[in-house]
């Protein structure tokens, strides 16, 4: 590292700035290139193996491009100035056109509020109002695809993209909070009579997590009827939770105005934010924090790589305007507020993965890549099983625990208490005549026999197999005169 190799084979060396951008290249490099390349000189056919060179080439190219796209995209601040202090219509004018198109304001004051969600892909957005009014929008050519007035706020529904009622959700009540996962086509959901409005899906492995009003968060999965987790996070009410995309960071926010970021690996704070009474918050691709509070939005972020986030930009909107959710849009450096009038839309420079994955998500899928996608997801859908804490886990083996055997004090122990659970029992009283207390006495005493039958049994089969060991361990078995005779005689050496 920190040589290049000239034309006529010499090395140059490279300055130590140019040495620290070239290391930080290599390793955004390996990540585009997935895994090693194909062995090309264990091949005898040259026409393939100029072929697969060639591939191998493009794939190279292609790769040291997307590491070299990705690199930067923040803000930098010169001298003393400071990035949040940068204003929307200054960033209006350094952008080009077509990014100065993704900052809007829609105002519907009759409607509102307003909350909202983007697809994988970041093409469309799903917005709807509390009067019922819904709206899809395609966020490319900023066309409105669909729009309709549901004049229903108590029970889900699910529509298709024309606008046409699929199902009816009424097992689920009065919905506050829904949540989808996308990778086992489940729907989550919470009540009014959970008494909480706070819920978010972990995207690493599935979990659902909720806030509760007494300051802690509990993480769940479809198969469990109690909580994975419990934790105590904040002191008041849980008014916003997130998830950082790696699935390893917890962003929680409290009424006692504070953020505090979690490494959900070790269940520890790993810093706390005060000031902020957040009521959303939303990370981004590249790991940017959005919170939202009355009328202004606050972007954070961990420049250092060392999970301290600082204040990078802020946007207020207009004065007495309510935000109730922050989302940023996928593959884009947009931020788009969900508000009591409406919803706004602000350019947020590195909030957003420039290298998008057509396997994972297309931003310019066409309808049949749309069709096709959605027959392999249903197909390829994951079982409510694989839900869990370590994901990680799935696959291997359950390493073997040899099972320790208890101890007379134990099994001793154990048997008292079955016994004193029985005496507790009350007995069915009966007629005259078959209430006796001879009759109540027996009756008990069965009880404590069936109770002890168990370890008595066990007992028994012990000694059994113990008394059988010694008879086989024994190298002669004494028997009676009268067999003797039959037994026969080991040969002479």
């Given at each position: 590292?920190?040589?290049?190799?000239?034309?006529?084979?010499?090395?140059k060396?490279?300055?130590?700035?140019?040495?620290?951008?070239?290391?930080?290249?290599?390793?955004?490099?390996q990540?585009?290139l997935?895994?090693?390349?194909?062995?090309?000189?264990?091949?005898?056919?040259?026409?393939?193996?100029g072929?697969?060179?060639?591939?191998?080439?493009?794939?190279?190219?292609?790769?040291?491009?997307?590491?070299?796209?990705?690199?930067?995209?923040?803000?930098?601040?010169?001298?003393?100035?400071?990035?949040?202090?940068?204003?929307?219509?200054?960033l209006?004018?350094?952008?080009?056109?077509?990014?100065?198109?993704?900052?809007?304001?829609?105002?519907?004051?009759?409607?509102?509020?307003?909350?909202?969600?983007?697809?994988?892909?970041?093409?469309?957005?799903?917005?709807?109002?509390?009067?019922?009014?819904?709206?899809?929008?395609?966020?490319?050519?900023?066309?409105?695809?669909?729009?309709?007035?549901?004049?229903?706020?108590?029970?889900?529904?699910?529509?298709?993209?024309?606008?046409?009622?699929?199902?009816?959700?009424?097992?689920?009540?009065?919905?506050?909070?829904?949540?989808?996962?996308?990778?086992?086509?489940?729907?989550?959901?919470?009540?009014?009579?959970?008494?909480?409005?706070?819920?978010?899906?972990?995207?690493?492995?599935?979990?659902?997590?909720?806030?509760?009003?007494?300051?802690?968060?509990?993480?769940?999965?479809?198969?469990?009827?109690?909580?994975?987790?419990?934790m105590?996070?904040?002191?008041?009410?849980?008014?916003?939770?997130?998830f950082?995309?790696?699935?390893?960071?917890?962003?929680?926010?409290?009424?006692?105005?504070?953020?505090?970021?979690?490494?959900?690996?070790?269940?520890?704070?790993?810093?706390?934010?005060?000031?902020?009474?957040?009521?959303?918050?939303?990370?981004?691709?590249?790991?940017?924090?959005a919170?939202?509070?009355?009328?202004?939005?606050?972007?954070?972020?961990?420049?250092?790589?060392?999970?301290?986030?600082?204040?990078?930009?802020?946007?207020?909107?207009?004065?007495?305007?309510?935000?109730?959710?922050?989302?940023?849009?996928?593959?884009?450096?947009?931020?788009?507020?969900?508000?009591?009038?409406?919803?706004?839309?602000?350019?947020?420079?590195?909030?957003?993965?420039?290298?998008?994955?057509?396997?994972?998500?297309?931003?310019?899928?066409?309808?049949?890549?749309?069709?096709?996608?959605?027959?392999?997801?249903?197909?390829?859908?994951?079982?409510?099983?694989?839900?869990?804490?370590?994901?990680?886990?799935?696959?291997?083996?359950?390493?073997?625990?040899?099972?320790e055997?208890?101890?007379?004090?134990?099994?001793?122990?154990?048997?008292?208490?079955?016994?004193?659970?029985?005496?507790?029992?009350?007995?069915?009283?009966?007629?005259?005549?078959?209430?006796?207390?001879?009759?109540?006495?027996?009756k008990?005493?069965?009880?404590?026999?069936?109770?002890?039958?168990?370890?008595?049994?066990?007992?028994?089969?012990?000694?059994?197999?113990?008394?059988?060991?010694?008879?086989?361990?024994?190298?002669?078995?004494?028997?009676?005169?009268?067999?003797?005779?039959?037994?026969?005689?080991?040969?002479?050496?």
């Open positions: 590292m920190g040589l290049e190799e000239e034309a006529g084979g010499s090395a060396i490279l300055p130590p700035t140019e040495q620290e951008l070239s290391a930080e290249l290599d390793t955004k490099l990540k585009y997935r895994g090693e390349g194909a062995d090309l000189e264990a091949l005898k056919d040259k026409k393939l193996k072929q697969l060179f060639v591939r191998e080439k493009l794939y190279g190219n292609s790769a040291k491009a997307a590491a070299k796209f990705e690199k930067g995209g923040y803000l930098e601040a010169e001298g003393v100035e400071k990035t949040w202090r940068i204003k929307q219509d200054q209006t004018r350094e952008v080009d056109i077509l990014s100065s198109r993704n900052q809007y304001d829609i105002v519907l004051k009759d409607l509102g509020p307003y909350t909202l969600d983007f697809t994988p892909s970041g093409r469309y957005m799903a917005t709807a109002g509390r009067k019922g009014h819904v709206a899809i929008v395609d966020m490319k050519s900023m066309e409105l695809i669909r729009e309709m007035q549901v004049k229903e706020t108590v029970y889900p529904y699910i529509y298709n993209r024309d606008g046409i009622e699929l199902h009816c959700l009424k097992e689920h009540g009065a919905v506050s909070r829904l949540q989808f996962l996308k990778n086992h086509f489940l729907l989550a959901s919470i009540n009014k009579f959970g008494r909480t409005e706070t819920m978010q899906i972990n995207p690493y492995n599935g979990v659902v997590a909720v806030g509760h009003s007494a300051g802690t968060v509990s993480m769940w999965k479809p198969t469990s009827a109690a909580p994975l987790v419990k105590l996070c904040h002191h008041g009410p849980i008014s916003a939770l997130a950082h995309p790696n699935g390893h960071l917890m962003a929680s926010c409290g009424r006692e105005k504070k953020i505090k970021i979690w490494d959900l690996r070790k269940f520890e704070v790993v810093q706390t934010i005060p000031g902020h009474h957040a009521k959303t918050l939303d990370f981004s691709q590249k790991g940017l924090l919170a939202g509070t009355g009328s202004y939005a606050q972007v954070l972020g961990d420049f250092s790589g060392t999970q301290n986030y600082s204040r990078y930009m802020g946007h207020s909107i207009a004065k007495g305007y309510q935000i109730g959710k922050v989302s940023f849009r996928p593959y884009e450096d947009v931020l788009v507020m969900g508000h009591s009038m409406g919803w706004s839309s602000i350019l947020i420079p590195g909030s957003g993965e420039p290298n998008f994955d057509t396997w994972v998500a297309n931003p310019f899928e066409t309808s049949e890549q749309r069709r096709e996608k959605e027959i392999h997801s249903l197909l390829d859908k994951l079982p409510p099983e694989t839900i869990m804490l370590d994901p990680s886990k799935i696959g291997t083996l359950r390493p073997y625990k040899k099972r055997k208890p101890t007379k004090e134990e099994i001793e122990a154990e048997k008292e208490a079955a016994v004193e659970s029985v005496k507790d029992i009350a007995l069915k009283k009966k007629t005259k005549g078959r209430n006796k207390t001879s009759k109540r006495v027996m008990r005493k069965v009880l404590i026999d069936k109770a002890k039958k168990p370890f008595l049994e066990k007992q028994m089969l012990e000694e059994g197999k113990v008394a059988g060991k010694k008879r086989n361990l024994g190298e002669e078995t004494e028997l009676p005169a009268s067999l003797k005779r039959f037994v026969r005689k080991k040969a002479a050496v």
